[in-house]
C-alpha cells in the first residue's frame, strides 16, 4: 500500500518544476545558450551524470510504501482479489493503527500492511537491511570485530572473535576470502563493463541517428572526443559509476563492504539511504524559500520606496540572527511540540519526515536573505530598462509587467542560487546533526553517521569505517555539486566569464 | 561622519526590536512555559503543581504581555516579555535555567572565544592571501588548474572531518599536543595550536578561491594594463597595484565578521573542549536551555549588526569613492 510522505510530495513537484523549467527554459534563448555552454563543458558532464547517479537512489528511496505481511492463514489471501483488496484498504489501515500499540500482533485477517514504512530502495536492498550483525565488524570481515565468548563443540568456552552471522558465510574457509573477492569483484565488473557497452551502443545508434552517419563514424567521433559535447567523458565516467556499482553490489550480497555498526547495521546501506536526506536538504530548502524570495525581492526592487523598506528591514532583522542559533531555537521548539503532541504522530518515520521538512524550512529561512537581495538589486536596475518603462507607460499593469519581462530576467539567479547553495546545504546538515539539531536521530543520515562513529574514534583499533563510508559519499556528492555550480556560474554569469 | 554614524545606529534599533519580538515569539508563544516546563522536567505525567512551582523558580509564572492584576506601570513590567525580552537591551541576560548568571558566565568565556578566534582569522587569511596571490601570479598554468581542484575539493570536506582528522593524526597519532582541554595562562598555548590549525585548514579552499576572484578581477582592470604598459614588471604590479586593490574586499569581508569572533567557533570549541562562547551556546541547546539560547541569539544579533556599521564605516576609509549617504 503506497505511502506519500510529505517530502516526497514535494520532490516530485521539485521535479515537475524542474522537468516545466527545462521545457521553458529549452525554448528561452537567453536560459538555454548558458546551459548548452554546461553541457559543452567536460567538468560539467561529468558532475552532471554522478549527480544524476545520487538523484537516482534518492528517487528511489523516496516512493514509499507499507510492505504487505504474509497473512498466516494463507487461504484468506488466496481468495481476496485485487479489487477487494482495494476496498478493504481502509479496513486494513485500521487494524494496522490498532497493531500499533501491540507491534509483532498476529493478524486474523486477509491482506494486512506492516506498520512499517519502507521505500522501493528499501526493498531492492532488503538483503542488506535484513542481514543484521550483532555489532561492529570490519569491512569484509568473516569474524566479528570485538571478542566474545564462543561455545565449542565439546562444551568449553573460548574468548575469541565469533563468525558473522552474514557477513562471508558462504565461505567455508576464511582465508580464501581473498580470491572470492577477487572473482567476484571482477565478475561485478564484467557485468558493469557489459551493460556499460549496451548503453553506449544504444546511445552511439541514436546519435548516429540524429547526426545521419554511420554507427561506425558517429563512434569513432566521440572516441576521439570531436563531438560538440563531450559524450566521451559523459561515458567514462558513466563506465567508472556502474563498474563501481555493480563490484559494489556483487559483493555486498555476501559481505559488509564498508563494514557494521554499532548495532551491526550495514554501513553501506546506511550511507544509501542516507543519500536521500541530503539530496532533500540541498534542494527542498531551496525550492521552499523560492517564493517568498522571489515574491518579496522583486517587489522590493520594482516598487522601491515603503515597499522596498518594509522588506528590506524584514531580511536584515532575520539575517542578523546566527544562522546556526535561530536553527537551534525553532528545532527545540519543534521538539518541545513534539513531546508534547506525540500522539498526532503515527510513526516515527513520519515524525522524522516532519522533523526534515521542518529543517528545510528553517534553513530556508536562513538562506534566503541573500537570493532575495540578489533579485531585489537585479530588478532595481530592470525597472529602469527601456523595455519596461515602454510597457508601463502603454499602460500595462504592474503584475503583467513582473510577470512578463522582470521575472524572466532574474530566472537566471534564481538558478544559479539553487545550484550555488546545494553543496553548501549538504555540508551544515552534517554539522547540524554533530549539534543535536538536525534530522531526527532515528533518520539515516552522514550527520548522523558521523556523530555516532564520532564516539568509536577512541576504541582501539579504531572503528573508522562508519566515518570513511560518510566522507566518501558526501564528499564525491558535495564534490560533484561544487565542481557544477561553477560550470553554472562561468556560463551564467558573463562578467566573470570575462575575468577568467 | 558622526551624523551618519548616529544615524546607522538608530536604525539598528528597530532591527533589535524585531530580533526580540522573532525570539520572544519563538520562545514562549509558539510553545507556552507550560509546555517547556513539561519538557524540562521530562515526564508525560507532570503535576500542575510541579509545572507551577518550575515556573515560578525560573520566573516564567507571569502573564506573556499584559498583566491585569499588577496595577499601574505594573501592567507592562510585571511580564515576562519584559522580563525576559525588553532587559536583553540593557545588556541584562537574567538566570540560565540551571541558576547561572547569563551575563557573568559570557564575560568569563569570551576570552577563550577570542584567543581561538584571533590567530585563526589572522593566520588563515595571511596564508589565503598570499595563496591566492601565488595562484594569480601563475594563472593559466597547471599550477592554476591543479590549485583550484585542490581548493575546490578542500571545499567538499565537511568542517567535520577536518576536526576528526586533525584530531586523530596530530594528537592521537603523533602526540604533538594534547587532543582538547584547556588551562589558564600561557599553558593553554599548547590547547590553542590544534584548534586553531584546524580552523584554518577548514578555512583555506572557501577563502582562497574566493580572494582569487578578487584579484582576477583586478587584474583586468584599465590601471593594471597602464602599469603594464609604462614597463612594470609583473611582480610589481601584483604587489604594488593589483594586492592593493583587492584588500579593499578582502578587508571589508573581515571586518564584518570581526565582531561576531566573539560568538566564537561552535563545532571546533566543543570539540576541543574550549571553554568558549561557542561550546557554551552548544552546551545550551544540548541542555535545551532557552534563557542561554535566547541570550546568544539576541548578542549574535547585535554583533552581527555592529559588524554590518563597521563595513560601512570602513568601505569610506579604505575607499575614498564611496561616499556616506
Request: glycine content about 6%; charged content about 35%; overall charge negative.
Given at each position: 500500500m503506497p505511502i506519500i510522505l510529505i517530502t516526497d510530495t514535494l520532490i516530485f513537484l521539485l521535479i515537475a518544476v524542474g522537468i516545466g523549467f527545462g521545457v521553458y527554459a529549452a525554448r528561452h534563448e537567453h536560459l538555454r545558450g548558458p546551459w548548452l555552454q554546461v553541457g559543452r563543458s567536460s567538468v560539467g558532464v561529468a558532475a552532471l551524470v554522478v549527480i544524476l547517479f545520487y538523484v537516482g537512489i534518492g528517487l528511489l528511496d523516496s516512493l514509499h510504501f507499507h510492505p504487505r505481511i504474509e497473512p498466516v492463514v494463507p487461504v484468506a489471501a488466496l481468495t481476496s482479489t485485487p479489487t477487494q483488496a482495494d476496498a478493504e484498504v481502509d479496513a486494513a489501515e485500521q487494524t494496522a493503527t490498532a497493531r500499533a500499540q501491540q507491534i509483532n500482533g498476529r493478524d486474523e485477517d486477509a491482506p494486512t500492511y506492516s506498520t512499517q514504512i519502507i521505500s522501493v530502495l528499501d526493498l531492492w536492498l532488503s538483503g542488506l537491511r535484513e542481514r543484521q550483525e550483532k555489532t561492529f565488524s570490519a569491512p569484509f570481515?568473516?569474524?566479528?570485530f570485538v571478542k566474545e565468548a564462543i561455545e565449542q563443540p565439546d562444551g568449553s568456552v573460548v574468548r575469541g572473535y565469533p563468525r558473522l552471522e552474514h557477513g562471508g558465510t558462504h565461505l567455508g574457509d576464511p582465508s580464501r576470502r581473498g580470491v572470492d573477492i577477487a572473482l567476484r569483484g571482477l565478475f561485478g565488473m564484467l557485468t558493469g563493463l557489459i551493460v556499460w557497452v549496451a548503453l553506449m551502443a544504444i546511445l552511439i545508434a541514436v546519435l548516429a541517428l540524429r547526426w545521419r552517419q554511420s554507427f561506425n563514424e558517429s563512434a569513432q567521433a566521440i572516441w576521439r572526443g570531436?563531438?560538440?559535447?563531450p559524450w566521451r567523458v559523459g561515458l567514462i565516467t558513466l563506465a567508472l559509476m556502474l563498474v563501481l556499482s555493480f563490484v559494489a553490489a556483487e559483493l555486498a550480497a555476501k559481505y559488509h563492504i564498508l563494514g557494521t555498526d554499532k548495532v551491526g547495521e550495514d554501513v553501506f546501506y546506511q550511507s544509501l539511504k542516507s543519500i536521500r536526506t541530503g539530496l532533500v536538504i540541498g534542494t527542498l530548502t531551496t525550492l521552499v524559500m523560492l517564493p517568498a524570495a522571489v515574491i518579496l525581492g522583486i517587489m522590493a526592487g520594482y516598487f522601491g520606496g515603503r515597499t522596498d523598506d518594509v522588506i528590506q528591514y524584514l531580511y536584515t532583522t532575520l539575517n542578523s540572527i546566527p544562522g546556526v542559533l535561530l536553527i537551534a531555537a525553532a528545532i527545540l521548539m519543534l521538539q518541545v511540540y513534539m513531546t508534547n503532541h506525540a500522539?498526532?504522530?503515527?510513526s516515527l518515520v513520519e515524525r522524522a519526515d516532519l522533523r526534515l521538512l521542518f529543517l528545510c524550512i528553517i534553513l530556508g529561512v536562513t538562506s534566503w536573505t541573500g537570493l532575495c537581495r540578489l533579485l531585489r538589486g537585479e530588478s532595481l536596475k530592470l525597472r529602469e530598462a527601456d523595455y519596461v518603462q515602454a510597457a508601463r507607460s502603454l499602460g500595462v499593469r504592474h503584475s503583467t509587467v513582473i510577470s512578463r519581462h522582470i521575472l524572466p530576467n532574474v530566472l537566471h539567479i534564481v538558478m544559479i542560487t539553487l545550484v550555488l547553495d546545494f553543496s553548501g546545504l549538504v555540508l551544515a546538515e552534517a554539522v547540524l546533526s554533530y549539534v543535536n539539531i538536525g534530522v531526527d536521530p532515528t533518520m539515516n543520515s552522514w550527520g548522523n553517521m558521523i556523530n555516532s562513529a564520532r564516539l568509536e574514534l577512541a576504541r582501539d583499533p579504531v572503528v573508522w569505517w562508519s566515518l570513511a563510508a560518510a566522507f566518501m559519499f558526501m564528499f564525491t556528492l558535495v564534490l560533484a555539486a561544487n565542481l557544477l555550480a561553477d560550470v553554472v556560474r562561468d556560463a551564467f554569469d558573463p562578467r566573470l566569464r570575462s575575468a577568467t | 561622519m558622526s551624523a551618519y554614524i548616529l544615524r546607522r545606529l538608530l536604525y539598528a534599533i528597530p532591527i533589535l526590536i524585531g530580533v526580540n519580538l522573532i525570539t520572544f515569539l519563538l520562545f514562549f508563544v509558539v510553545n507556552s512555559p507550560d509546555d517547556m516546563a513539561r519538557m524540562q522536567l521530562?515526564?508525560?505525567?507532570?503535576?500542575q503543581e510541579a509545572i507551577d512551582t518550575w515556573k515560578a523558580e525560573h520566573g516564567y509564572d507571569k502573564p506573556l504581555l499584559f498583566n491585569a492584576d499588577a496595577g499601574g506601570l505594573g501592567t507592562v513590567t510585571e511580564t515576562i516579555f519584559f522580563d525576559k525580552s525588553l532587559k536583553l537591551f540593557a545588556f541584562d541576560f537574567g538566570q540560565s535555567d540551571s541558576g547561572r548568571d547569563i551575563g557573568f558566565d559570557i564575560r568569563q568565556r569570551m576570552w577563550p572565544s577570542l584567543a581561538i578566534a584571533i590567530p585563526t582569522l589572522l593566520v588563515g587569511l595571511a596564508i589565503s592571501v598570499s595563496y591566492a596571490l601565488m595562484i594569480v601570479f601563475f594563472r593559466a598554468t597547471y599550477i592554476d588548474f591543479g590549485s583550484v581542484v585542490l581548493l575546490v575539493a578542500m571545499m567538499s570536506i565537511s568542517g567535520l572531518f577536518y576536526i576528526i582528522g586533525g584530531q586523530f593524526l596530530i594528537g592521537k597519532l603523533f602526540h604533538l599536543v594534547p587532543i582538547s582541554g584547556y588551562d589558564t595562562g600561557l599553558e593553554a598555548l599548547k590547547f590553542l595550536i590544534l584548534p586553531v590549525v584546524v580552523g584554518v585548514v577548514a578555512g583555506i579552499g572557501s577563502s582562497t578561491r574566493l580572494y582569487r576572484t578578487f584579484f582576477l578581477e583586478e587584474i583586468n582592470r584599465d590601471y593594471v594594463r597602464t602599469a603594464r604598459a609604462k614597463g612594470l614588471r609583473e611582480r610589481v604590479v601584483l604587489f604594488r597595484h593589483v594586492l592593493r586593490n583587492a584588500l579593499i574586499p578582502i578587508l571589508t569581508g573581515v571586518v564584518a565578521v570581526l565582531p561576531l569572533l566573539f560568538m566564537g567557533a561552535l563545532i571546533i570549541e566543543s570539540f576541543f573542549g574550549v571553554p568558549g562562547l561557542g561550546s557554551y551556546t552548544i552546551d545550551a541547546i544540548n541542555r535545551q536551555d532557552f534563557s542561554i539560547v535566547r541570550a546568544m541569539v539576541f548578542l549574535g544579533s547585535v554583533l552581527y549588526i555592529i559588524g554590518l556599521l563597521m563595513t560601512d564605516i570602513s568601505y569610506t576609509l579604505v575607499d575614498p569613492r564611496v561616499r556616506l549617504s
Open positions: 570481515a568473516t569474524q566479528l570531436e563531438t560538440e559535447f500522539d498526532q504522530f503515527q | 521530562g515526564d508525560k505525567r507532570v503535576t
